[in-house]
């Protein structure tokens, strides 16, 4: 986990845009539209709304809530799961708005197609978030750490 604002800063970055990458691929190829064209023209503001919505808003009170329930706050893992997973359920909640408003404006049918699209994009944010993109950010974050460490033991 990060250990400063500059950590924090490359965590969330990393994070934001793989999940972003993953998702707007996965969402591409749903909609049988995925191409390179697609892909960087939805990628650029997808990142700028996620990265924004995760440092200021679904991050903050995931970890407000995460925080006040009745956890071990000792366990990594333990706060590492529900920090995730609360984030996973807010930023699916923000960013399936997102991609519903930027696909075509306001459906007729909102609502039902909102559950439908939040319902799509949390079956496979959840899985790649835990699976793939969570534990690929702490490793390259780690890798960030240990140089730094080294470099000070150096010096």
Not at 25 to 52: K, Q, R
Not at 54 to 77: H, R
Request: hydrophobic fraction near 55%; charged fraction near 10%.
């Amino acid at each position: 986990m990060p250990t400063n604002k500059k950590e924090g800063i490359i965590f969330t970055t990393l994070m934001c845009f793989c999940m972003v990458l993953g998702m707007s691929i996965y969402n591409l190829v749903l909609h049988d539209s995925l191409s390179w064209g697609a892909l960087s023209t939805g990628l650029i503001p997808g990142f700028i709304v996620a990265f924004i919505l995760d440092v200021f808003v679904v991050g903050t009170i995931a970890k407000k809530i995460a925080f006040s329930l009745p956890l071990n706050k000792e366990n990594k893992l333990v706060m590492i799961l529900t920090i995730s997973c609360l984030m996973i359920l807010g930023m699916v909640t923000c960013m399936s708005l997102f991609g519903i408003l930027i696909e075509g404006g306001i459906p007729d049918h909102l609502g039902s197609v909102y559950r439908h699209t939040w319902l799509m994009n949390v079956i496979v944010a959840l899985p790649l978030q835990l699976i793939i993109v969570g534990p690929f950010s702490r490793a390259i974050l780690g890798k960030i750490q240990a140089n730094v460490a080294a470099t000070e033991t150096a010096e």
